[in-house]
């Protein structure tokens, strides 16, 4: 793949047209291969723009969504964690569009690894645009699409692992004849937090981790 198909790959996918090309191909681009071609520039700098600037939007978000103070942090931490971020980005296609190295080992594809693409193409829209509407633009549609649907059972699993403690799911088909439905139990350990009731088996445990996170106090309506 040549870098003007990567860059009019990554723009279709973004859906933003860059009016510098070249800092959107920074920010496709790994530190294995800069140190491979000697070019001088990588990601990394992108990346630490991106972070607050993704911290930022979705401040404002939460901001003007109401909450005190504690519960726009605790829901500010769950909604920017690095797995619903790294899902953004494979939904995106973006990882096979990164330009790396011989040096990559399999560290490169970790949850921090991927999420970090995500910051870097943000940044590179915030600096190409100047403008932090068109970065909300590129948040919203690809982190929270769908209006702001969040992925609960991530933000969960994420909440959990910065806590040391995992969550199993127990979900069962409860339905008859006439009524057919499914009810998930969230635990951790041998502890039950939270449940959830819902058509399918998915949107059970969607549910039941949507209670989950009300639980541990953040905020999720």
């Not at 496709?28 to 990601?43: A, P, Q």
């Not at 607050?52 to 103070?69: I, M, Q, S, W």
């Not at 790396?100 to 999420?115: L, P």
């Amino acid at each position: 793949m040549t870098d003007a198909e990567r860059i009019q790959a990554a723009e279709k996918a973004i859906g933003y047209s860059f009016r510098s090309p070249v800092i959107l191909l920074q920010a496709l681009t790994h530190k294995s291969y800069s140190n491979d071609h000697g070019l001088g520039f990588d990601n990394e700098k992108l990346e630490f723009l991106g972070d607050a600037v993704l911290n930022f939007v979705t401040a404002r978000k939460l901001y003007f969504e109401g909450g005190d103070e504690g519960d726009m942090t605790k829901s500010r931490a769950a909604l920017v964690s690095r797995v619903p971020l790294r899902n953004a980005v494979e939904s995106l296609g973006l990882l096979s569009l990164i330009r790396y190295g011989n040096g990559v080992d399999d560290s490169f594809f970790s949850d921090k690894a991927v999420s970090n693409v995500f910051e870097a193409v943000l940044a590179a829209v915030y600096l190409d645009s100047g403008s932090l509407s068109e970065c909300e633009k590129f948040v919203f549609t690809h982190l929270f699409p769908a209006g702001g649907e969040r992925d609960y059972k991530s933000e969960l699993q994420e909440f959990l692992q910065a806590h040391g403690k995992k969550c199993e799911y127990r979900t069962r088909d409860v339905g008859d004849v006439h009524v057919h439905y499914f009810n998930s139990e969230v635990f951790v350990g041998e502890e039950k937090i939270a449940e959830g009731e819902g058509k399918s088996k998915k949107l059970a445990e969607k549910e039941a981790a949507k209670t989950a996170l009300k639980f541990y106090g953040i905020k999720v309506d």
